[in-house]
């Protein structure tokens, strides 16, 4: 699903933050990506995302060079990524089902059509009783379960999490990894970046390490 070979990035004229990146992600996996603060998780990440492209190498995605694509297929190829960001990013004046649905409206899916489905992963996320408050009266843990749903609302094939569980207590972290879990064995692919050692341990997933610019894949 993923190979990078040779990959680097720089800013602007910076040094390289990531340097001769080489590695394959195969679908159905789950791997954390971990490393030291400033090791490039969150710059990975966003060549994952396709809001980066690399400075020099090749990067394969869905069967395609990534780096040979104009904005249109970027685009179209963007729609089978999620992302769920440490700080949430939920639009405060909508309500949670609101917030959810919002990627299938943008895609101009009639509400007809969507509704029940929205409704039904809320539920599954457990927030079924909390579809219609707006983000500032949920907890952490009820607004990163908000933020997963609408990361997966529109089934992506690979979900990429930065640092998901920076903002909530150690004992939700673990449960919404558990969310995370149960989406891969649905089959979605995986990449969550987190610096927790104890996850880390709790769940057994290989590790992508990242370290001086360089990457190891470890179990
Ligand atoms: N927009 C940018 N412009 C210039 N340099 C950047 C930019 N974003 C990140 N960097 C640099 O790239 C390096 C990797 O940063 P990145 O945020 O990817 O690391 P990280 O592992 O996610 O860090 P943390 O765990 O602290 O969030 C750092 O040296 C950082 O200063």
């Known amino acids: 699903m993923i190979e990078f070979n040779d990959v680097g990035l720089r800013y602007g004229q910076g040094p390289e933050v ?6 394959k992600v195969e679908p159905g996996t789950f791997h954390f990506l971990t490393g030291p603060s400033g090791s490039g998780k969150t710059s ?26 104009d904005q249109d297929r970027l685009l179209q190829m963007r729609r089978h990524i999620g992302i769920v960001f440490q700080e949430f990013r939920l639009l405060d ?8 649905a ?3 409206r ?13 409704e039904e992963l809320l539920r599954w996320v457990g927030l079924g009783e909390r579809m219609s408050a707006h983000p500032p009266l949920l907890s952490g843990g009820e607004k990163q379960r908000a933020a997963i749903a609408r990361a997966v609302i529109a ?7 930065d640092e998901p569980t920076g903002n909530v207590d150690p004992e939700l972290s673990e449960r919404l990894v558990h969310l995370f879990a149960e989406l891969n064995r649905s089959g979605t692919t ?18 992508m390490v990242l370290r001086d610019g360089g990457v190891n894949i470890h179990g």
Do not use: C
């Open 18 to 23: 990531l340097k001769d990146l080489n590695f």
């Open 44 to 69: 990975l990440l966003r060549l994952l995302l396709l809001s980066l492209k690399p400075s020099r190498g090749r990067i394969t995605m869905f069967g395609q060079d990534v780096t040979k694509l």
């Open 93 to 100: 004046h909508l309500t949670t089902y609101e917030n959810v």
């Open 102 to 104: 919002l990627p299938l």
């Open 106 to 118: 943008v895609l101009g899916q009639p509400e007809s059509d969507y509704r029940e489905n929205v």
């Open 155 to 161: 089934r992506p094939e690979l979900l990429l999490a």
């Open 190 to 207: 995986i990449i969550l970046a987190t610096h927790e050692l104890p996850l880390l341990d709790k769940f057994g997933y290989p590790r």
